[in-house]
């Protein structure tokens, strides 16, 4: 078929941060770009995940800065919270940011369609209304979903799509996983009253982040009244009368709750797709296999974002749509996204944020290596009263000197290794890090000051 005998160049199914971006950037190349979409324009990202996940870290963090406010002199008599207040104020935000990327799609010219989309043939699309399009290329974009367990009461569980729009805060909440979504929601339900109670099928919290950042996350996420279950899975849930929730999980004795809320992991939105119509190919965990130009086995076909499980992380989704629209509609040469050394945080309280390989990574990889920390009370904390304690890792790579990891815990974290990511990047060594002049008084000053 001729170019132009297609309806459009390209069609996008999925509306989040990967597929918006290779929508309008492709349009933005002179490509005739439709995409489909069959809940709301945005995606997890900013309908249910990090965007409203932020807004309520913020009201969590109202908690403890009112509280620490007394000791710098203030006196704040009868605070309260409203739950419903916050839940509404984040929801009217996101419908407005739903609204802005609606616009940015329509002032490329990209044709919306709110309704899913099937692929039904070769270059062919059907539309959950009937309606039939041809596309020169096709790019699935469709993300993730939360994984829930299987096991006798599942569908009493709610997951992190659900927890924004609570009619009320649970007195008692039982959070299953050990991850991101797990950690960062335990903050935000332990600030705002709730008794939270955390419950891993591992003996760990966060995999994959240094040792000694997640064990301080621990120590003082326990201190702040968070509970721990650890080789804790699901035998059932069953709901009561009063509906609460009665709770078996391996290794304990049965629990009341009000909400259980699991955060095991996501998985790739695959189905109902027509891939196996093409034969487009998965991999193991079920995701669209793709090569480093997000290329499917089908020449036409490409993937981005969680939908791959490569890097399971917004930015990142961004960029390989990003790269996908310039290398197929661009007039440059195609080019790949690198996803070595991805900067990350989770929003927990305190937060953590990381770039780079850890301690046990570097020596495992590297040999030798030198590890320096800094361990201190926040100058706020002091006055405040509080003792929670911040750390910071350095990782450097002995044979060349080298900055190979940084890992941190502690208020701003995240906002810090945005910049420090950069350095380490860019390949910058513990010397160049030692000639930068200290920002005083900082917390980000412990960077350049490590002996
Ligand atoms: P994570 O992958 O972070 O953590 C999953 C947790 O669930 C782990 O503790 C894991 O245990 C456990 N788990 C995995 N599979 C099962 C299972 N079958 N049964 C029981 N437990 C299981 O997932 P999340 O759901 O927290 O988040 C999903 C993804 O979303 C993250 O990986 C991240 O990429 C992204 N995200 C990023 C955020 C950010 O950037 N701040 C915030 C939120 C999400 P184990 O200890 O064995 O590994």
């Not at 009320?168 to 996983?177: D, K, M, Q, V």
């Not at 791959?308 to 990003?322: K, M, N």
């Amino acid at each position: 078929m001729a170019e132009q005998d297609y309806d459009f160049d390209l069609f996008t199914i999925g509306a989040g941060s990967g597929g918006v971006r290779a929508s309008r950037v492709a349009a933005a190349h002179g490509a005739r770009v439709a995409v489909a979409e069959e809940y709301r324009v945005g995606g997890t990202c900013v309908i249910r995940g990090c965007v409203p996940k932020k807004m309520l870290v913020y009201g969590a963090h109202f908690a403890e800065d009112l509280e620490d406010a007394a000791g710098f002199g203030w006196t704040i008599a009868g605070k309260s919270f409203d739950w419903i207040k916050l839940r509404d104020h984040v929801q009217a935000d996101v419908t407005r940011l739903e609204g802005l990327y609606g616009q940015t799609l329509s002032n490329h010219n990209v044709t919306v369609f709110t309704e899913r989309a099937t692929i039904t043939g070769d270059h062919q699309i059907t539309l959950a209304s009937g309606r039939v399009v041809t596309a020169k290329t096709i790019l699935i974009a469709t993300g993730a979903r939360p994984h829930i367990p299987e096991f006798p009461g599942h569908e009493h569980v709610i997951t992190s799509n659900e927890a924004f729009h609570l009619d009320s805060l649970p007195r008692r909440i039982l959070i299953a996983g050990g991850g991101y979504i797990a950690n960062e929601f335990a903050g935000i339900f332990n600030q705002f009253g709730s008794k939270v109670t955390i419950a891993n099928r591992s003996d760990t919290i966060l995999r994959g982040y240094d040792e000694a950042v997640r064990d301080r996350l621990l120590q003082i996420a326990m201190v702040k009244g968070i509970e721990f279950l650890f080789r804790a899975q699901f035998e059932y849930v069953e709901k009561q009368d009063d509906r609460s929730l009665r709770v078996k999980l391996t290794g304990q004795d049965e629990r009341v709750f009000d909400c259980v809320m699991v955060a095991t992991g996501r998985v790739p939105n695959i189905e109902g797709l027509g891939l196996e119509t093409v034969g487009v190919e998965l991999g193991e965990r079920a995701q669209i296999k793709v090569d480093a130009f997000s290329k499917t086995n089908i020449d036409y076909i490409y993937a981005v974002g969680d939908v791959t499980d490569r890097v399971q992380l917004t930015p990142v989704a961004i960029r390989e749509g990003q790269a996908f629209a310039d290398s197929v509609f661009g007039k440059g040469a195609p080019y790949a996204v690198d996803h070595s050394c991805v900067p990350s945080a989770v929003f927990s309280h305190p937060p953590i944020a990381a770039v780079g390989m850890t301690e046990s990574e570097a020596r495992n990889q590297l040999g030798s290596v030198r590890v320096y920390q800094a361990d201190f009370r926040p100058m706020k904390h002091v006055v405040a009263g509080r003792s929670e304690r911040a750390l910071y890792k350095m990782i450097v790579d002995a044979a060349n000197d080298r900055v190979v990891g940084i890992h941190m815990i502690g208020p701003d974290a995240p906002e810090i290794m945005q910049a420090a990511a950069i350095a380490v990047k860019a390949g910058l060594t513990k010397a160049d890090f030692d000639a930068t002049c200290a920002i005083h008084p900082t917390m980000a000053e412990e960077l350049v000051l490590f002996k």
